[in-house]
């Protein structure tokens, strides 16, 4: 208990699954969590959860996370709403079913663009706001696909090795 008190977390695709826990594990440990993902009304709840618990202590904002503007609004509301920013979880993915013959270049790109880009744009918002408070954490989510690549996930794969 309390190893992250008074830390403030983000974590992305946070309205469900392993998000959703390192919320709530977040949230338990003593940290302010801003809980971000596209399905907002499972995000809304997820934070109401936590909220019911501990009240006050996480705060829902819809993101792209491969939009630099939604990453900006992102670190904007939480430094707002809880004066900065220690830790990013960045966990929010996609995995596109396809092999290498069957994976189309918008289906590459589109998997890149929010697997790596998103992760990479959330690393260069998350560094400014940390930095004015000393320092923080950024834990990345890859996969055991970025180590062996699985074939029917080409894209994903590759995705995921871009950020190990």
Avoid: H
């Amino acid at each position: 208990m309390g190893r992250v008190q008074d830390k403030v977390a983000i974590i992305t695709g946070a309205a469900s699954g392993v998000g959703k826990e390192d919320a709530i594990l977040l949230a338990r440990e003593g940290a302010k969590v801003v809980l971000t993902d596209l399905n907002e009304a499972d995000g809304v709840k997820v934070a109401a959860l936590i909220n019911a618990s501990t009240p006050g202590s996480a705060l829902f904002i819809k993101q792209d996370i491969s939009s630099e503007a939604d990453w900006n609004k992102v670190i904007a509301e939480t430094e707002a709403q809880f004066g900065g920013l220690d830790i990013l979880v960045n966990n929010a993915a996609i995995l596109l079913q396809a092999n290498l013959e069957e994976t189309t270049l918008e289906m590459w790109q589109k998997v890149q663009r929010i697997n790596s880009d998103g992760y990479f744009l959330g690393c260069k918002a998350a560094f400014g706001a940390m930095k004015k408070r000393g320092g923080g954490s950024i834990i990345n989510m890859s996969s055991m696909a970025a180590i062996g690549g699985v074939s029917s996930f080409c894209a994903y794969s590759a995705s995921k090795g871009a950020v190990a």
